[in-house]
Nanobody, 121 residues
Framework: QVQLVESGGGLVQAGGSLRLSCAAS????????MAWYRQAPGKQRELVAAIFSGDNTNYADSVKGRFTISRDNAKNTAYLQMNSLEPEDTAVYYCTADLTLIGRQEKFVYWGQGTQVTVSS
């Protein structure tokens, strides 16, 4: 069984910072890409940031320069450091992991249950 558990969400004022964590657990052989998505009420889910196995990263234009994604492979954990938060960043943030289980060859994308980030104006 694989679980992705997000933490670090909450309420913050505009201009503030939050650090989200995503810990993957289970019989994991390897994790390829980890990513953060977000979905605001009434809006489509969008990719916020992704980090690949070689530590290459990709960011949405709206967060570039403000957010930083990182990973700790020893802990199977990804982080999203969010600075200079804006009300438009308010959303449920979801962590994903593209991973391979021990004893298997297939790759699957797993999703966490999400953590709420609310930025007040």
């Amino acid at each position: 069984q694989v679980q992705l558990v997000e933490s670090g969400g909450g309420l913050v004022q505009a201009g503030g910072s939050l650090r989200l964590s995503c810990a993957a657990s289970g019989r994991i052989f390897s994790i390829n890409t980890m990513a953060w998505y977000r979905q605001a009420p009434g809006k489509q889910r969008e990719l916020v940031a992704a980090i690949f196995s070689g530590d290459n990263t990709n960011y949405a234009d709206s967060v570039k320069g403000r957010f930083t994604i990182s990973r700790d492979n020893a802990k199977n954990t990804a982080y999203l450091q969010m600075n200079s938060l804006e009300p438009e960043d308010t959303a449920v943030y979801y962590c994903t992991a593209d991973l391979t289980l021990i004893g298997r060859q297939e790759k699957f994308v797993y999703w966490g249950q999400g953590t709420q980030v609310t930025v007040s104006s």
